[in-house]
């Protein structure tokens, strides 16, 4: 008998006969004498109608009373799923966030995880019952209800995974893997049978929503081996044959691993790039210009400074679009005086593409066959930033599509690993 956690996106919940499809995956786990955890999401388009709701009322709407209604998407699809089970002759329950509890900080919309009480589950558990806990919420220490961010469910799960000790961590959705990139923007993508921590981390943090990023930090955090599979497969497959599908995470470095240098591109349009032009090249400057953007809790990604020019620099970086006009505001309004900058320019219309690879380390020409790859497209390059496994761009996102496509077939991410395309 083993201890595991069930996953389920939106897509995977997203009608009654999909609910359906997963009580009788879940049920078929339960009956093979494993102990069951799942975590659903909102039903698919759940979370962005609540959230559009409030948007209607007011442009600003408070983060509290977001999170206190988003968390009702989970709500609603957890109680279908138990009531889905039972229907089938699972003993099961579903708990809130709160009920749990998941403990979190208090950063509405974006909270952290601080720890979860196991206690509840592991007695439901040892009844016979499959447990269902919300994913995407949880409770701060004053009582507030919180979410994760987008995506949070994941993280849910795999926090979930970590306080009960589950042997493994199964997400499920509406992809059969973690790809070399989103095969939805490139079909020739391919399924990886395993992809290091490491570059899973990178890929995450750099945009590819297959999993989101603090999941994939809490997996390592606590060791808790990750699997991204299928939920839109047979639900009654055999354990044994889906045990084998998907992508596992390892924490390996595994001699057999697919020794691409390049492993995969993930790619983000949530950017924003903003430049204070003229600024003085003085000490404390970019502390001027980015400790009220940090105040404003707003994060910044890349930073560029310039060469200066007659005791002058330029000064861009980028932050993720939705602080976009919060930023631009802040900058006009305080910033911009106040270091005695020219002209301020903003530009909302650009993404960013990276290659990612724990094989970049030891290999040189990586980059140069990326801006090549860019410049034969005809693709201006704004921005760069790299590190010892990856190199991100930033672009127009007009290009996007057609950048990561150029990329995948460069680095021939498109082959069998082993034919990596010479340089
Ligand atoms: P869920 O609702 O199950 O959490 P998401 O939509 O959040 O699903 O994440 C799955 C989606 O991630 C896929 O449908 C796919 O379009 C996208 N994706 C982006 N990058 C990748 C990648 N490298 N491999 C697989 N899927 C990816
Ligand atoms: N329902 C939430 C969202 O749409 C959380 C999740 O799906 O993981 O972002
Ligand atoms: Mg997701």
Redo the contacts with the bound molecule.
């Keep these: 008998m083993s201890l595991i956690v069930h996953k389920y ?2 897509t995977s919940m997203g009608s009654i006969e999909r609910i359906q499809n997963v009580a009788r995956r879940v049920a078929k786990w339960h009956a093979a004498g494993h102990q069951v955890v799942v975590v659903p ?2 039903m698919s388009g ?3 109608r609540l959230l559009g709701l409030a948007k209607d009322i007011s442009a600003t709407p408070d983060p509290r009373e977001l999170d206190m209604l ?1 968390a009702t ?2 709500q609603a699809s957890s109680a279908l799923l138990a009531i889905a089970l039972m229907a089938q002759g699972v003993s099961a329950r579903s708990y809130t966030g709160w009920q749990v509890p998941v403990k979190t900080d208090s950063a509405y919309t974006k909270a952290r995880i601080t720890g979860i009480d196991d206690a509840r589950i592991r007695a439901d558990l040892d009844a016979g019952r499959v447990i269902v806990v919300t ?2 919420q949880g409770i701060d220490d004053d009582g507030h209800i919180t979410t994760l961010g ?5 993280t849910s799960a795999v926090a979930v995974a970590a306080a009960i000790k589950a042997d493994e961590c199964l997400i499920y959705t509406d992809v059969d893997g973690v790809y070399t990139t989103d095969p939805r923007v490139v079909p020739e993508a391919r399924r990886m049978n395993v992809v290091s921590f490491e570059e899973m981390l990178e890929m995450a943090s750099l945009g590819s929503k297959v999993l ?1 990023i603090r999941s994939v930090e809490f997996a390592g955090k606590y060791r808790v081996p990750v699997r991204v599979l299928s939920s839109l497969t047979d639900p009654l497959i055999p354990l044994d044959e889906e045990m084998k599908s998907g992508t596992l995470i390892t924490f390996e470095e595994d001699k057999n691993m697919e020794a691409a240098v390049v492993s995969g591109i993930a790619f983000s349009r949530d950017e924003a790039k903003l430049t204070l032009l003229a600024v003085p090249d003085t000490p404390g400057v970019a502390s001027a210009i980015l400790g009220p953007v940090a105040a404003a809790n707003i994060d910044v990604d890349m930073i560029v400074q310039n060469q200066s020019v007659k005791g002058t620099t330029d000064f861009s970086f980028t932050v993720n679009r939705n602080d976009f006009v919060r930023t631009l505001e802040l900058l006009k309004s305080q910033v911009g005086p106040a270091v005695g900058a020219g002209e301020i320019i903003a530009d909302d219309k650009v993404c960013k593409v990276s290659i990612v690879g724990i094989g970049m380390r030891s290999h040189v020409g990586i980059a140069s066959l990326m801006f090549r790859t860019l410049a034969e497209e005809g693709i201006n390059i704004q921005m760069i930033s790299t590190s010892e496994i990856k190199t991100s761009v930033v672009i127009n996102d007009k290009y996007m599509e057609l950048a990561v496509r150029a990329l995948h077939k460069a680095f021939g991410l498109d082959q069998e690993p082993g034919q990596v395309v010479a340089e």
Excluded: H, I, V, Y
Excluded at 150 to 154: A, C, E, L, P
């Design positions: 996106g939106g999401s909102a759940e979370t962005n988003a998407g989970e994913g995407f987008r995506g949070g469910s994941d989101q």
